[in-house]
């Protein structure tokens, strides 16, 4: 009995391949190996933390009330598989969500390119996708809202409109002219009606992808700082209660506020990386976000945290 268990539970051998060996039928290996599980010689375990990332999703709901959690297990992953596993979950989220959603609104970002790369080619041809913030620029075209809106209505054989305007511009003088514009206009119009976004979350002040990218210079920083910035969404910061912040770079953003962004029915927020901590927080607090998709080690920091 022992040696039919370690040849089929070590060794990975099937039982019809046992049973040749042993010169025996199949069904006599069979009832050997279940045999050695009733008497004990075989003991199985099933490694499962889905009890524990639902405990986690449960909590986290009922604080922040909202509408749906997902906590995703991404121990022993190097940062760029948790960060693929976040888009596939997000992915999967989204294409399962859609019935009643005409427009769906993207932001930009690392976060959101990854949902992309992972969404399946489901068609969804009475879907339009709309960009919620501008996305012009020639490096890192890939992240821009404009490219990610216009990759995802190829996967889902849908439509999508373009918003033709940097997320963020040199003056206010110069956004102004340009929200005025007819095309631009139009867009956020489109946006300020969508039926579900998906964002992502920034901290500013640690692996910033607006830093990266050139949004952001060291002084701006030095006065995100000083006006107690914690974190952005859509390009738009705000403070550690999740109020946008009164803040020359936020009035030279082209694309939805935060609380155009709060008005819309259904808000998926893709979350990942601990050192978002307080940038999640916050805009729990502010009440911008209905689903929450995140990781379970940054789920647990904000359990033992916050709840």
């Not at 009890?51 to 922040?64: T, Y």
């Not at 859509?234 to 935060?258: C, M, Q, T, W």
Request: aromatic content about 6%; glycine content about 8%.
């Amino acid at each position: 009995m022992v040696k039919v268990a370690k040849l089929y539970y070590f060794e990975g051998w099937t039982q019809a391949q046992i049973a040749k060996k042993q010169n025996v039928s199949r069904p006599v290996i069979s009832k050997l190996l279940s045999n050695a599980k009733k008497e004990g010689i075989v003991e199985i375990y099933i490694k499962d933390e889905t009890s524990h990332s639902v405990e986690l999703e449960n909590k986290i709901l009922k604080k922040f009330g909202l509408k749906e959690v997902i906590v995703i297990s991404t121990a022993g992953f190097a940062p760029e598989v948790t960060k693929r596993q976040m888009g596939k979950t997000a992915a999967s989220y989204i294409a399962n969500h859609l019935e009643g959603v005409k427009s769906l609104g993207l932001s930009w970002g690392t976060t959101l390119l990854s949902l992309v790369e992972e969404y399946p080619y489901k068609h969804k041809k009475d879907t339009h996708i709309v960009p919620i913030v501008g996305g012009m620029g020639s490096d890192h075209v890939h992240l821009h809202s404009n490219q990610l809106a216009f990759h995802l209505s190829q996967k889902m054989n849908s439509s999508c409109s373009y918003l033709y305007a940097p997320a963020m511009v040199e003056s206010v003088d110069l956004k102004e002219r340009l929200v005025q514009s007819k095309d631009i206009s139009h867009v956020l119009e489109e946006a300020r009606n969508i039926d579900m976004a998906v964002v992502g979350l920034g901290n500013p002040f640690k692996s910033s992808t607006m830093e990266k990218i050139g949004y952001l210079n060291p002084d701006d920083l030095i006065s995100l700082r000083k006006a107690g910035a914690v974190g952005d969404i859509s390009s738009r910061f705000y403070d550690a209660i999740g109020k946008e912040l009164d803040h020359p770079i936020n009035n030279r953003v082209i694309g939805l506020n935060l609380d155009e962004i709060k008005k819309i029915p259904e808000v998926v927020g893709i979350v990942e990386g601990s050192y978002k901590l307080e940038s999640l927080e916050a805009a729990l607090q502010g009440g911008y976000l209905d689903v929450l998709i995140i990781d379970d080690r940054m789920a647990q920091e904000l359990v033992d945290s916050y709840i």
